[in-house]
């Protein structure tokens, strides 16, 4: 297995207290059956696998009755010793101090946004060399880019996906958050990096084109700094296809996915699958289970 070049140590929590008591997405459903055993094993399997692809796995108690304290990717975004810390919807607000503990304890600087914008960490910025593809709408919002930018040093890609809508075609407000809703809350549900550019060849991001605004589809397809990979919107929100951690050789995705399954596989990366359908309950996966701690 090759050194991995992306992705090198991940932060991890657990499932101990993963439920849909609050349904702060549009996978969670309050009542519906929900295993946390089950939970449990796969998020155990999640690290197996990334530590199997030569990531080096930091794990952590999960917060103390946080239903989805088990998702650390959006408790910041990471480069060099800095972190820039999270502003959660209200059901997870209570992980945002345990998740400054904690980074602060791993040595990072830590920096905060005001109180009234929101950000959700890597689960809606995801790193590409030098840029960072970030979600606005939902769950982050334009001043979190630029604090991404200010702080971090990040060129940020500004990206809207497409709204859920009721029956008359009308955007959904979340009843549980109050906020926006989207199949495409987060942009790590959109959007994947399988490989950074460098001098030598161009990145690879594989990307969903449905989940995005037509204006926003124009951008992704007019940048030159890295290829694509189209995702089908069937695999993407079937499965999360797109919410997947590569060490630049090596991807852990989602298992039911086999049209990028075979396209990253097809541009010389292997791939492991996973099962993680107690995890999809709560609208997270292998991408959401880990924040990188290496940027």
């Known amino acids: 297995m090759q050194e991995p070049v992306i992705n090198k140590t991940v932060l991890m929590s657990g499932a101990d207290f993963m439920s849909n ?10 009542g519906e059956p929900f295993n946390r055993q089950e939970a449990m094993r796969e998020h155990s399997a999640i690290q197996k696998a990334l530590e199997d692809a030569g990531i080096k796995v930091t794990k952590v108690d999960p917060p103390s009755d946080c239903q989805d304290g088990i998702f650390t990717a959006n408790w910041a975004l990471t480069r060099g010793n800095k972190a820039l810390m999270s502003h959660l919807p209200n059901a997870r607000q209570a992980e945002e101090a345990y998740a400054r503990q904690i980074l602060e304890d791993l040595g990072k600087e830590i920096y905060v ?31 979190a880019h ?14 809207q996906t497409i709204p859920a809508r009721d029956a008359n075609g009308t955007p959904v407000i979340n009843q ?11 942009i ?3 959007i994947a990096i399988l490989r950074w550019p460098t001098l030598e060849q161009k ?21 030159d700094f890295v290829d694509l990979i189209e995702v089908p919107l069937q695999e993407a929100v ?10 630049g050789y090596h991807v852990v995705m989602n298992a039911g996915a086999p049209v990028l399954q ?16 107690e995890l999809a309950k709560n609208g997270g996966s292998v991408r959401c289970c880990s924040v990188t701690l290496d940027n």
Not at 209 to 214: G, V
Not at 238 to 247: D, E, F, H, K
Not at 265 to 271: D, I, P, Q, S, W
């Open 176 to 186: 549980a958050s109050g906020w926006p809703d989207s199949d495409f809350y987060d």
């Open 238 to 247: 079937g499965v999360s296809a797109c919410n997947l951690v590569s060490s």
């Open 113 to 143: 946004l005001p109180d009234d914008v929101r950000f959700s960490g890597q689960g809606d910025a995801l790193p590409c060399g030098d840029y960072v593809f970030a979600g606005t709408g939902y769950r982050t919002d334009p001043a």
């Open 188 to 190: 790590d549900l959109a």
């Open 262 to 277: 075979a396209a990253i596989e097809n541009a010389g990366l292997t791939v492991t699958t996973l099962s993680n359908t």
């Open 21 to 30: 008591k609050s349904p702060i997405n549009p996978y969670m459903h309050q």
């Open 203 to 223: 990145g690879l991001v594989a990307w969903c084109p449905e989940a995005f605004e037509p204006a926003c589809q124009a951008t992704m397809r007019s940048l």
């Open 146 to 159: 630029t604090a991404i930018s200010e702080i971090l040093g990040y060129k940020v890609i500004p990206l």
